[in-house]
């Protein structure tokens, strides 16, 4: 009985030179037909990543490590905060870099890890949909909220509230 | 005699674990902050349900996970800082290694600073 061993797949072509063969079409690039999509993803994620250690970092900061910290956060806390435009630019950038920097990064992973056509396809869907209610809400809620509700006929008590 | 592959910027050592760790902690941030605008909305429902959620957040497990996401979200900033470094410094790829290890030298010291003061808030009473 005789073994047979067979050529490498790839690497060379029937003049035995490595490098010089054709490409398989399985392996060939695409045309391009996406544009410089996937290059201005890459420069997105490095810019709004410097943004976003800054505002995290700072919302951390004033959230959990002045005062009382964590003691502090109630339905006031954030009423208060959002009483000013400063604090609801700064939540809004926030939301719209972290959520657009994590939506990014999990395409990229999906794109890594399923191997599938169908799995990657449905996988996206599902966080580009997700990724679109959070966004969608989280603007609605910083820019339609009342930080002075009146509960029961009582006005909530806040210094930055009207007298009513 | 063959020597063992030494490693590349990418393969093997603190360049993959760097990646591995990145990608980890990065997804893990991701699903937080899912949850994170979806438990702020409720101030946009009525300030109990806001207040009441908020409170249920406040035991040691959760201080536990809060000291734990900020682990993750510290290693994820300084490594991403790191990363901006290798692709846009001229040196970058040639220092990655050493970056790596400030890095996590500053992290260290930025997660325990953190660590000290929410666990001394959030489980010694008020």
Not at chain 1, 102 to 108: A, C, F, K, L, S
Not at chain 2, 24 to 52: C, K, M, Q, W
Not at chain 2, 80 to 97: M, N, P
Request: proline share 4%; hydrophobic share 50%; charged share 15%.
């Amino acid at each position: 009985m005789s073994t047979d061993i067979q050529n490498p797949r790839s690497g060379q072509n029937s003049s035995g030179k490595i490098g010089s063969g054709k490409i398989a079409p399985q392996y060939r690039r695409g045309t391009g037909s996406k544009g410089n999509f996937e290059m201005f993803a890459w420069l997105f994620m490095r810019l709004s990543g410097v943004v976003l250690v800054v505002l995290i970092f700072g919302h951390l900061f004033v959230n959990l490590l002045v005062g009382e910290g964590i003691h502090a956060i109630d339905f006031g806390f954030v009423a208060g905060k959002w009483a000013d435009p400063f604090w609801q630019f700064w939540d809004l950038a926030m939301l719209w870099l972290a959520m657009l920097h994590g939506t990014n990064g999990v395409r990229t992973i999906i794109n890594d890890y399923a191997e599938k056509d169908a799995t990657r396809f449905w996988l996206k869907v599902v966080l580009y949909a997700a990724s679109f209610v959070i966004i969608v809400l989280g603007t609605l809620v910083i820019f339609t909220f009342n930080p002075c509700p009146v509960v029961n006929g009582v006005q909530l008590p806040g210094g930055f509230c009207p007298a009513p | 005699m063959p020597t063992k592959p030494a490693g590349t910027l990418y393969r093997g050592r603190e360049g993959m674990w760097s990646w591995v760790g990145h990608r980890i902690t990065g997804v893990v941030i991701f699903f937080f902050l899912l949850v994170h605008v979806l438990d702020t909305s409720l101030v946009r429902v009525s300030p109990e349900a806001y207040t009441a959620v908020i409170g249920a957040y406040k035991n040691p497990l959760m201080a536990l996970g809060e000291t734990g996401l900020v682990a993750a979200i510290v290693f994820h900033a300084f490594n991403g800082l790191r990363i901006i470094a290798v692709d846009f410094w001229k040196k970058g790829a040639k220092y990655q290694r050493q970056m790596l290890w400030v890095v996590l030298a500053l992290w260290l010291v930025t997660f325990a600073a953190f660590a000290i003061r929410h666990l001394s808030l959030a489980l010694g009473g008020h």
